[in-house]
């Protein structure tokens, strides 16, 4: 099984009420090496609140002691998770420059200002209408800020619709995943595995495998793993999987990040 969750979150991020110690404690139970926090950071999204962000300042200060306190069991990075829109780029790109993060993922929460997953950008729409309007601002999202190390779950939108998965496939999408996908190539950011669509019923993680292949068919490289859990229980969901879903991809490497740096880990060690 592969050591290291990049993805995950806790009582800084409005949707998790795990302290930092208990990740740490649920990610060593789990017999995980390494481990990155990716508290929320999404300013401006109107059904989180304004300014449901964390205090930097604050989160730093915890998580440097908790980096100390189990530094002789687990290796625990700082990371944070940006909730993209499009007026946020020249916000964003201050912001990441101002703390010294390990890993930065730039996720799309938003659409047309409501948050995705309280379905307002479904009203009047079929869910194919409404995750290609998701799709596009996602574009818009990536244009105007890439300063991130990998983009995260590319296609959550399916959990949200009202039969899900059944308006989606990235044959139905491939103009907009496609436009997307080349964007992040050129710019020299990643994507992630983030194993939470299994965790939310989905038949697959996200991306779903067709997408993992376009990204590698476009020379897309750079993928990171994570479960985006938010309870100790949640920490390499599914984990046991990840190694055939890379296979089946293509990718014969995974990268973990440090200081912003990819260090890549060949898929099939130990």
């Not at 404690?25 to 926090?37: H, P």
């Not at 409404?130 to 190390?149: L, P």
């Not at 992630?192 to 490289?221: C, I, Q």
Request: negative net charge; glycine residues 8%.
């Amino acid at each position: 099984m592969i050591k290291a969750d990049v993805h995950m979150h806790t009582d800084f991020s409005h949707d998790s009420d795990s302290t930092p110690e208990e990740m740490a404690e649920g990610a060593i139970r789990k017999g995980l090496e390494v481990i990155c926090f990716t508290d929320h950071f999404d300013k401006d999204n109107m059904d989180w609140g304004a300014e449901d962000v964390f205090d930097p300042e604050k989160y730093f200060e915890k998580m440097v002691q908790v980096q100390e306190k189990y530094r002789d069991r687990l290796q625990i990075r700082i990371g944070v998770e940006l909730g993209l829109q499009p007026h946020l780029g020249s916000f964003y790109e201050a912001f990441v420059k101002k703390y010294p993060f390990d890993f930065v993922i730039g996720s799309v929460h938003s659409a047309e200002r409501t948050d995705i997953a309280q379905k307002k950008v479904f009203a009047g729409r079929t869910d194919a209408e409404a995750y290609r309007v998701i799709f596009q601002e996602m574009i818009e999202d990536v244009k105007a800020y890439h300063g991130f190390d990998v983009f995260g779950h590319v296609d959550y939108v399916a959990r949200y619709g009202r039969e899900r998965e059944k308006e989606y496939s990235y044959q139905r999408f491939a103009d907009e995943i496609d436009t997307l996908l080349r964007i992040l190539i050129d710019k020299g950011c990643g994507i992630e595995l983030n194993m939470s669509g299994l965790k939310y019923g989905l038949p697959f993680a996200h991306p779903h495998t067709d997408v993992l292949k376009r990204y590698r068919e476009l020379g897309g490289e750079l993928i990171t793993v994570g479960a985006d859990g938010h309870r100790p229980e949640h920490i390499a969901y599914d984990y046991d999987k990840v190694r055939d879903i890379l296979a089946e991809c293509g990718f014969k490497y995974y990268a973990e990040f440090k200081e912003r740096k990819p260090h890549f880990y060949k898929c099939l060690q130990s």
